[in-house]
C-alpha cells in the first residue's frame, strides 16, 4: 500500500512553528529548513491561526505548550490544538507540542498531539515526530507554481509581523 507521500515524491512539507521565544523559533525554522521542509513561524495562538486559514497545505504544526501572546493574551498550545482542530475540522492537521513541563504530556495526548517532545529540544526526535505526523497531514496543491508563491508571501508576512512583534516589545521594555 503506497501513501500520498510515495506518490508526489516532489512534494514538500510545510510546518507551522508556534512559539514566542525567538530563540526557540529560529532554532526549529533552522531544523526545519535543514530537512528541506517548507517552515512558516507564528508567535502566538492567534497568528497561528490565521496562518492556518491563510494558508491550506500545512501538515504539521509544531506548538510550544507555555507561552505568551505578544499582546498580552495568556494563551498555550493545548488551546491553539483544540481552537485549530474546532476551526478547521475538515482538514487532517497533525500537532507535535513541545514544553519543559511534563506535567503537560497528559494534555498534549488527550486533545490528540502526535507526539510530545520535552525541552531542551532533540532535532532528532523533532524531525522523526514531525515525519510521523506528516504522513497523513500532508496537503496537495495542483499547481505548484501557484502554492509556492503563496507560501512565500504567507512566509513574508508572519516573518514580518514576528519581527515587529519582537521590535515592540523590545521598545516596551
Known amino acids: 500500500m503506497s501513501s500520498k507521500a510515495d506518490e508526489t515524491p516532489n512534494q514538500q512539507l510545510t510546518v507551522l512553528l508556534v512559539d514566542d521565544d ?42 510550544d505548550v507555555h ?14 490544538v483544540s481552537r485549530a482542530q474546532a ?8 500537532f ?16 490528540g498531539a502526535v507526539d510530545f517532545l520535552s525541552k531542551p529540544l532533540d532535532a532528532d526526535a523533532l524531525i522523526a515526530a514531525i515525519t510521523a505526523g506528516a504522513g497523513e497531514g500532508m496537503a496537495y496543491f495542483e499547481d505548484p507554481d501557484r502554492a509556492e ?13 514576528h519581527a515587529a512583534n519582537v521590535k515592540a516589545a523590545g521598545d516596551a521594555a
Not at 530537512?35 to 500545512?58: H, K, Q, R, T
Not at 507561552?67 to 491553539?80: A, C, H, K, R, Y
Not at 478547521?88 to 497533525?94: C, I, K, Q, T, V
Not at 507535535?96 to 506535567?103: A, F, M, N, R
Open 22 to 63: 525567538r530563540d526557540a523559533l529560529e532554532e526549529l525554522k533552522d531544523i526545519v529548513d535543514l530537512e528541506g521542509w517548507n517552515a512558516i513561524i507564528a508567535d502566538s495562538v492567534d497568528m497561528a491561526l490565521e496562518v492556518l486559514e491563510w494558508y491550506p497545505f500545512i501538515g504539521v504544526v509544531v506548538t
Open 149 to 161: 508563491n503563496l507560501l512565500e508571501r504567507v512566509q513574508s508576512t508572519t516573518e514580518g509581523v
Open 67 to 80: 507561552f505568551v501572546d505578544p499582546s498580552g493574551d495568556m494563551s498555550n498550545g493545548i488551546q491553539l
Open 96 to 111: 507535535v507540542v513541545l514544553s519543559g513541563d511534563p506535567s503537560a504530556l497528559k494534555s498534549s495526548v488527550q486533545i
Open 87 to 94: 476551526r478547521f475540522p475538515g482538514r487532517d492537521l497533525n
